[in-house]
């Protein structure tokens, strides 16, 4: 038989093969990567618009994490403070450092900092900050250890296994209610036992059953 082809084409059929493969693992690799949020969220350090310091302000200021997050505790929603709240001090502190020069502006307009959201959970999901604040659940056990940040990181998954290895044992989390702000706070020696120990006391003592039913979360 007559060749029709020439030479050349013999190595098409492996040309064509080796893309496909290769796009088959880029892919699998994709998606991979975006099912999984310990690798899209942990560690998600944005620059914000003002070099805001929490290991500053909250750690050596020591000013409490409700000066600037009111909401916490009162709604769902957390929010981030208004410029107003900066100023309470920045109009006297650092009042001409080139650093707060965004919140000047901000505060000259009238134009909200345009901070960036670092946590955000999905539109499908139902969270209540109060919730778990009033039930004994510090900032430290969702958000990390914010008052030693020079900026702030996403630092746990927030994924749907994360919120349900807690609401199945919240004895490894809860803490007494005055301690929920305090960061810093460790039951008895710090150690694991010294904290399931208390934790029991308290899911028993307040009666704590965080739901772990689908409509709880998605509603
Ligand atoms: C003086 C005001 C102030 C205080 C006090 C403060 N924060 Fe903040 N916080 C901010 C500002 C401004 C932002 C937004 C900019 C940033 O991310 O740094 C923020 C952002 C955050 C975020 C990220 C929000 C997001 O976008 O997802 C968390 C979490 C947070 N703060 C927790 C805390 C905790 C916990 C404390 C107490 C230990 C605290 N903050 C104390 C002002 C404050
Ligand atoms: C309770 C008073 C107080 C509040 C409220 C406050 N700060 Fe500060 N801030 C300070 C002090 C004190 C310093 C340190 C000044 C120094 O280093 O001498 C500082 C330093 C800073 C600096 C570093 C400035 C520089 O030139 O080094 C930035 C940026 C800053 N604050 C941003 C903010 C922002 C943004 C907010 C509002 C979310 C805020 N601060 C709220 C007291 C405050
Ligand atoms: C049980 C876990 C949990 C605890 C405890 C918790 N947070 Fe959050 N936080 C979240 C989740 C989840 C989000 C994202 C919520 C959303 O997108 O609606 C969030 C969002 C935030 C935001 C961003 C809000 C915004 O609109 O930009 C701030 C600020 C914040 N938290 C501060 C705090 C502070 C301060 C505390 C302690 C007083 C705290 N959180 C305690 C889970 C928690
Ligand atoms: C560190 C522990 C912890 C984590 C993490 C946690 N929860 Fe909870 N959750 C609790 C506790 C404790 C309660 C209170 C249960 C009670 O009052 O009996 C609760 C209650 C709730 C409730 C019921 C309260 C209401 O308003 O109906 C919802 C909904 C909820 N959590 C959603 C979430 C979601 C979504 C996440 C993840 C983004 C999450 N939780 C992460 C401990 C946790
Ligand atoms: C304690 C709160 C909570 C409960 C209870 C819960 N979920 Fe979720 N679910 C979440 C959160 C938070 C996410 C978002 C995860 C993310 O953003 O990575 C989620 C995401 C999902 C998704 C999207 C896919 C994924 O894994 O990201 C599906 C589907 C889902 N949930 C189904 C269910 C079903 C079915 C149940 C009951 C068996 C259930 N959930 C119970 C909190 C919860």
């Known amino acids: 038989m007559a060749n029709l082809f020439p030479k050349e084409s013999n190595i098409v059929p492996i040309k064509i093969i080796l893309c496909k493969i290769i796009t088959v693992i880029m892919i699998v690799l994709g998606i991979t990567y975006y099912f999984t949020p310990k690798y ?19 750690g050596q200021l020591g000013l409490d994490c409700r000066y600037c997050h009111s909401f916490g505790t009162v709604s769902s929603h957390s929010n981030v403070p208004t410029t107003q709240t900066c100023m309470n001090c ?25 901070w960036i959201k670092i946590h955000q959970a999905p539109d499908y999901v139902y969270f209540n900050h109060s919730a778990h604040l009033n039930r004994g659940i510090s900032c430290a056990s969702c958000h990390g250890k914010v008052n030693e940040m020079e900026v ?6 927030h ?3 994360w919120c349900l290895e807690c ?53």
């Open 40 to 58: 899209t969220r942990v560690g998600y350090k944005p620059t914000q618009p003002v070099a805001f310091d929490h290991s500053l302000h909250a």
């Open 90 to 114: 920045h109009r006297q502190v650092k009042s001409n450092s080139p650093k707060l020069a965004p919140l000047r502006e901000s505060w000259e307009t009238g134009k909200p900092m345009k």
């Open 152 to 157: 702030v990181w996403h630092d746990k998954p």
């Open 159 to 161: 994924s749907m296994g």
């Open 167 to 219: 609401h199945r044992n919240p004895e490894y989390h809860i803490r007494p209610q005055e301690e929920v702000f305090n960061l810093n706070w460790k039951a008895g020696d710090g150690s694991t036992k010294a904290q399931v120990e208390q934790g029991r006391e308290l899911v028993k003592k307040w009666g704590v059953s965080p739901p772990q039913n689908c409509q709880a979360c998605h509603r």
